[in-house]
């Protein structure tokens, strides 16, 4: 009796994994490859198109697009976000006296929601009244379109994203400059080795598995944005900020394309897992 | 750089709508016409209430069975253990991208949608929440469980009377982070709720701010996304230190 009840307890202890593993994760991915052929809006009875969805993917102008756009995007967003990090966390790590209230500041836009954050930055960026077109005038420059110009709108969200997650990312840096160990730049000091020499020689050969994470875990965002496109530019001007997800969102809800949305989600994933791993042998180099 | 933002927005919504275009920091005269056309519209006090409910049923699900499959997964040996351990981690380099869609189709097939069930049953088991407390539990020594064995106590008490009180940082941690998320969450409520009485705050806002109702009234808006802030904010300013931590050890162990 002991005995039986030892093993069966564990396993009951795992059940609602287990469970919530068959139900929300193993089904699902099962049911997508099942949908990905064939046609269906839910009401209607389904109906198996064979490869159709595949060869209509290739051929899909707005989902290339949104790969392009989600490129652009990370073009832009992953090495503002590591320089932009990389400086401020070496100024905190310096200057002791009001870090707290720096560290706390930077980390204000990461814990509130990407709602908030478009809804300001859309005003900020308004093209007639927001703060920086009129900073812009004052200054005697032209107005930039940054949500409304098809060339800037997805820039624009770059930048409003590394403002939002940077914070995240200093503290990350933080703790990882603070894992050089000291003695390395005193000696480098004895060498006479400038600031610059410094910083390339010894702390980012040692911070290369934080900048790694981070170019990881942008990627992922990257890849994931929805929210900021659709409250700030709905995918527009001209599908520029149309996003991997708000694609799918749009064919799942929009017209209700449950199969191809379905191909979409995991044409998405498989770019994600490609752009991941080339990634990471570049950044092993 | 930061905090302005945050201020002008702040400040903005309590301007007049005249002088937004040009308002810089403090607004001429101070008026709450903003909200009090908000509260008219949009059920706000409705959504905060469910928003509070789905977040705290989330966090208290996740942190009991992330315990509980975490002390299994640490603590008991027993056949399937380690596969069940690389599962987790395998399904937690899976894009959500995948799993999107057939999960909504599972919501209507289970009736779901438009259900509090939707938002919380699917979120509460966290692979992350799970790992987190399996590393934790590690750390603590066998005397303390061997002990309570002695004294007749089950798993369950085990894991609630002993473990609990002793893994206060982890609790803390994983429930700043399954909170915080919940509570930012808005894809997967845009998905299975339409019913606005239902709806979440960052849902309501988002749909408040990007259908016609708020009729261009930038000042209005920015009122639904100060409302929006709020509560996390206030929470922030209590637990900041918490907040950091948490969310920088979630990024490290990624």
Not at chain 2, 87 to 107: K, Q
Not at chain 2, 210 to 230: H, M, P, T, Y
Request: hydrophobic content about 55%.
């Amino acid at each position: 009796m002991n005995i039986r009840h030892k093993t069966i307890l564990p396993w009951l202890l795992v059940s609602p994994y287990i469970i919530h593993l068959l139900v929300f994760v193993a089904f699902p991915i099962l049911f997508s490859l099942v949908l990905t052929f064939n046609k269906w809006n839910i009401i209607s009875p389904m109906e198996y198109i064979g490869l159709s969805n595949y060869s209509r993917i290739l051929h899909d102008r707005q989902f290339w697009k949104a790969v392009g756009n989600t490129l652009i995007f990370l073009s832009i967003h992953i090495p503002l976000q590591i320089i932009v990090a990389i400086s401020l966390a070496e100024i905190l790590n310096q200057k002791i006296k009001l870090r707290p209230f720096f560290r706390g500041a930077f980390f204000l836009p990461v814990i509130v929601s990407g709602v908030v954050v478009s809804i300001l930055w859309q005003q900020l960026l308004g093209f007639d009244t927001g703060i920086f077109n009129r900073m812009l005038t004052s200054i005697g420059l032209g107005r930039i379109g940054w949500l409304i110009d098809p060339n800037w709108a997805m820039p624009s969200i770059a930048i409003m994203a590394t403002w939002k997650n940077v914070g995240l990312y200093i503290v990350l840096f933080l703790v990882g400059l603070q894992t050089v160990p000291k003695a390395y730049y005193e000696a480098a000091d004895i060498e006479g080795a400038t600031k610059w020499q410094k910083f390339w020689h010894i702390t980012l050969p040692m911070i290369n598995p934080t900048i790694f994470m981070v170019v990881i875990l942008s990627t992922i965002g990257g890849f994931s944005l929805f929210i900021e496109p659709y409250v700030m530019t709905g995918g527009g001007p001209l599908n520029s900020t149309l996003s991997a997800v708000l694609y799918i969102y749009k064919q799942a809800f929009f017209y209700y394309h449950m199969g191809y949305s379905a191909t979409l989600g995991i044409f998405f994933a498989m770019i994600i897992l490609f752009v991941i791993i080339i990634q990471k042998k570049f950044i092993e180099k | 750089m930061f905090i302005y933002p945050f201020v002008w927005m702040l400040s903005a919504s309590l301007a007049p709508e005249s002088e937004l275009a040009t308002l810089t920091v403090i607004p001429s005269e101070i008026t709450f016409e903003n909200y009090q056309v908000l509260l008219d519209k949009i059920p706000i006090g409705r959504a905060l209430l469910n928003s509070v409910i789905v977040a705290s049923s989330v966090t208290l699900g996740v942190l009991v069975f992330g315990s509980m499959i975490g002390y299994a997964l640490s603590r008991l040996e027993f056949r399937g253990r380690d596969t069940i351990f690389y599962i987790i981690l395998f399904t937690m380099t899976l894009p959500f991208h995948i799993t999107l869609i057939p999960n909504y189709i599972l919501m209507v097939k289970f009736g779901w949608v438009d259900t509090y069930a939707a938002l919380i049953i699917p979120y509460m088991i966290n692979a992350f929440a799970i790992i987190m407390f399996r590393q934790y539990f590690k750390s603590i020594p066998q005397d303390l469980i061997d002990a309570a064995k002695i004294d007749g106590c089950g798993e369950l008490r085990i894991i609630f009377q002993i473990l609990w009180p002793n893994s206060i940082p982890a609790l803390v941690t994983i429930g700043i982070i399954t909170f915080m998320a919940s509570w930012n969450e808005v894809l997967w409520p845009l998905i299975v709720i339409r019913d606005e009485q239902l709806m979440t705050m960052p849902q309501l806002v988002t749909l408040f701010a990007v259908g016609g109702r708020a009729e261009s009234q930038l000042g209005v808006k920015l009122a639904s996304a100060v409302l929006l802030a709020l509560p996390i904010l206030v929470a922030y300013m209590f637990f900041q230190k918490y907040f950091i931590q948490s969310m920088a050890s979630s990024g490290l162990k990624e």
